[in-house]
């Protein structure tokens, strides 16, 4: 699938993911675009895992990216359908996109992808600068 095909097909958990991101940029300074690259990369090694029906690991992490692992975490884990994962995210809309493992691999990917173009162009910040401007 085409990369512009596969945003717009997950454009909302992509959102989803992505929002959790800021959220945590919001609130804890200074996150950068690598703390982000970081989390990215052992949430795609934790879904590898469930994908795989393997039992994930603990990812050893530095204290902003962990935060961002653990927020994304709890989105994904939603997004997969199988649990509220706290109170305030309630449970998976109907409607609502629910994912596999598989496909949540995907969807970090691509966000992993774009945090390093934007990084790559733009600095420690490029990344969270850019898509902050897309969420109030």
Not at 36 to 43: C, K, P, Q, S
Not at 50 to 65: F, H, K, N, W, Y
Not at 66 to 89: F, H, K, N
């Amino acid at each position: 699938m085409d990369m512009l095909k596969f945003t717009t097909e997950y454009e909302d958990v992509l959102q989803d993911i992505e929002s959790s991101i800021i959220r945590v940029h919001r609130h804890l300074t200074p996150l950068v675009d690598y703390d982000v690259m970081e989390a990215l990369e052992a949430l795609i090694t934790t879904f590898k895992h469930i994908s795989q029906g393997r039992e994930p690991q603990v990812p050893r992490l530095s204290d902003r990216a962990g935060q961002v692992y653990g927020d994304v975490l709890e989105v994904c884990i939603w997004r997969m359908g199988t649990e509220a994962v706290s109170a305030d995210m309630g449970e998976c809309p109907d409607g609502a996109r629910v994912c596999s493992a598989a496909e949540i691999v995907a969807c970090l990917k691509r966000i992993l992808k774009s945090v390093n173009k934007w990084n790559k162009g733009f600095g420690r910040l490029g990344y969270l600068t850019f898509v902050g401007k897309h969420f109030p």
